[in-house]
């Protein structure tokens, strides 16, 4: 763990690099997906306090206020992507609030959210997906939301071979972890779970099941040239997953 927060601080560093950037895209907006406003806009319409678990740069929270949520708190374990986050929405006005934290543990208080948002890059940090989930419901007030957009499990099999999609025959559907070696690469040791058990995590944790959804659009590409066959339509990429405490 402590050698993969040393590598996303320093991927992190890119967010810092790219500030003016990036607050560009904040002020212009756009970072929730048209899939993710369809499903979070029930939620969204009740202006609904929300945590986001991994927060990373930020520019989600920015749509997520902007679409109604009332407030935003982030929680990441990088003190860069945390520090940028802060200064952009001090800059924009906006009601976020970012805490340097390891997951799980959020050191906030049981009960504080109308909704959990993570996603994009989250669960691969995470060893063990049971606390997890269940420190994800503690922070949910009855009633709450957990939503999820997220590289779906079968992704670390795809090679980027441009002319057909291939399974690299160095990895396994049911492997429990792998070393990367695209982003943010370095050596970063990523978890790897299958859909059921992700789904198990949630359940046994005392939410039920809303939406469950497979993608075959990528929400993440190197930025080069690379153009992977595996992204063209045939395979899953993405998942994105709607869960309520009940009460």
């Known amino acids: 763990?402590?050698?993969?927060?040393?590598?996303?601080?320093?991927?992190?560093?890119?967010?810092?690099?790219?500030?003016d950037d990036l607050l560009r895209q904040a002020r212009e907006g756009g970072s929730l997906l048209p899939r993710e406003r369809t499903v979070l806009r029930p939620a969204l319409i009740a202006e609904p306090a929300v945590v986001h678990l991994q927060s990373g740069h930020g520019l989600d929270d920015v749509d997520l206020i902007r679409s109604g949520a009332r407030s935003v708190v982030g929680v990441d374990f990088s003190r860069v992507a945390t520090s940028a986050a802060q200064r952009r929405a001090d800059e924009l006005g906006l009601a976020c609030r970012y805490v340097v934290a390891e997951l799980p543990g959020a050191p906030l208080a049981t009960g504080c959210a109308d909704l959990v948002y993570t996603g994009k890059g989250a669960l691969i940090w995470m060893p063990d997906l049971t606390p997890w989930a269940q420190d994800a419901a503690r922070l949910l007030r009855p009633g709450g939301h957990l939503f999820i957009y997220e590289s779906h499990p079968a992704v670390p099999l795809w090679s980027w071979d441009a002319d057909q999609p291939r399974i690299r025959p160095d990895r396994s559907y049911f492997a429990h972890s792998f070393v990367n070696d695209s982003f943010p690469a370095d050596g970063a040791v990523e978890w790897q779970w299958t859909l059921g058990e992700i789904v198990t995590a949630l359940v046994t944790a005392g939410l039920s099941l809303v939406h469950l959804s497979e993608?075959?659009?990528?929400?993440?590409?190197?930025?080069?040239?690379?153009?992977?066959a595996a992204w063209h339509g045939r395979l899953p990429n993405t998942f994105m997953l709607l869960a309520r405490r009940p009460g």
């Open 215 to 228: 993608h075959p659009e990528p929400f993440w590409r190197p930025q080069d040239d690379t153009d992977a």
């Open 1 to 19: 763990m402590e050698s993969n927060r040393q590598v996303w601080e320093k991927a992190s560093q890119k967010h810092v690099r790219e500030y």
